[in-house]
């Protein structure tokens, strides 16, 4: 399977016709239809229904599609690090994150880089700690600001100061709204949002203790974006790291910390014995000498 082959497959996915895809590549329509007929022989599975007006994708090309843009992404990725060490300190750095208090440390290690090297782009990934080490295992990104709990193994990180704190989201309304914090025994009779974690229910299960068994949760999510949505619309209350809460508009969510107190630490990790772009290495030396006793205020 040739890395111009995928390109092309994943043209005509975004154009919906060969035809216009074609146009696209600078190619001919009968160079294109070969080429993709060709990949399906190769691969032994069909890739489109061509049944219809447009380019429908079958299970495999789906999931051939999903492939694909990781795998080009790798590439390009590649291409432009191997590009890097050839030339002065520029190029992207690729960090992940979760919607965390520790985001507020960001900024202040960025603007410090930046000033040193001000050819250097950041891309920043929000996903949660899972996705976000699945990217840095698969070299989409190279930093991940991770909240534990969280594996460590195969990483060198540096643990934040600054703490996570576990609380409860619902609408100004909302009876629990008028209590300073939220109990165990509160979200009984409430229906729920859970993180999709499962270390993070584990923490949570801890938490609550015996009467974690008896919550009625009707979802989970793995953002607090999506959580607050529901909670607007008063389907459940959400229980979410602080994060960026505080930036949110008070009229239509506000928060409650839980007691007694559940918190958690955040790391900023990258993998061992990873090969980096000069760009990456350069940031994260950077992140090693950085004074974050100082960040975030």
Partial sequence: MEIRVLRYFLTVVREESITRAADVLHITQPTLSRQLAKMEEDIGVKLFDRGTRKIVLTNEGMLLRRRAEE??????????????????????????????????MLP?????????YPAVRFDIHTATADHVRARMERGLADIGLLLEPVNMEKYDFIRLNQKEQWGVVMTPDSPLSEKPYVTAEDLLSVPLILPQRLNIQSELANWFGDVFEHLNVLFTSNLPANSSIMVYHKLAYAIIIRGSTSLWDQEKIIYRPLYPELSASSVLAWRRQQPFGLAASKFIEHIKSFDFSKSGK
């Fill in 108 to 116: 202040d290690l960025l603007r410090a880089f930046h000033k040193k």
């Fill in 71 to 104: 795998i080009l992404e790798l590439v390009d990725k590649t291409e432009q690090e191997l590009i890097e060490q050839e030339e002065a300190v520029e190029g992207t750095v690729s960090i992940g994150c979760g919607d965390l208090g520790a985001v507020q």
